[in-house]
Nanobody
Framework: QVQLAESGGGLVQAGGSLRLSCAAS????????WGWYRQAPGKQRDLVAT???????DYADSVKGRFTISRDKAKNTLYLQMNSLKPEDTGVYYC????????????????WGQGTQVTVSS
């Protein structure tokens, strides 16, 4: 199974920026999509951004216009550039591989990574 390792989180003031990275332990099937999830304290894990195998991107309304998902296929690495951060962006961020079916993103089976903590102070 592919192991995913997230990094790049930290403590930042509101309005600041962070860039998260997600490194895969081996090559990812080119037909897979990728996604970033966020889990706020005491809440469920929500999908915030996806990038398809054809590099089409989509975002949750709460992050649209502020976050940018991208990937480097050669490095098997996914990124999330987060700008204009808000306190409500606080949470643990996780990445995943997945597929699109009927326009819906489905995470592939396998363990989650350890995630990376993002804390935005007001």
């Amino acid at each position: 199974q592919v192991q995913l390792a997230e990094s790049g989180g930290g403590l930042v003031q509101a309005g600041g920026s962070l860039r998260l990275s997600c490194a895969a332990s081996r090559s990812i099937f080119s037909g897979y999509a990728w996604g970033w999830y966020r889990q706020a304290p005491g809440k469920q894990r929500d999908l915030v951004a996806t990038i398809s195998s054809g590099d089409s991107t989509d975002y949750a309304d709460s992050v649209k216009g502020r976050f940018t998902i991208s990937r480097d296929k050669a490095k098997n690495t996914l990124y999330l550039q987060m700008n204009s951060l808000k306190p409500e962006d606080t949470g643990v961020y996780y990445c995943s591989t997945g597929i699109f079916h009927g326009g819906t993103y489905y995470r592939t089976l396998g363990p989650w990574g350890q995630g990376t903590q993002v804390t935005v102070s007001s």
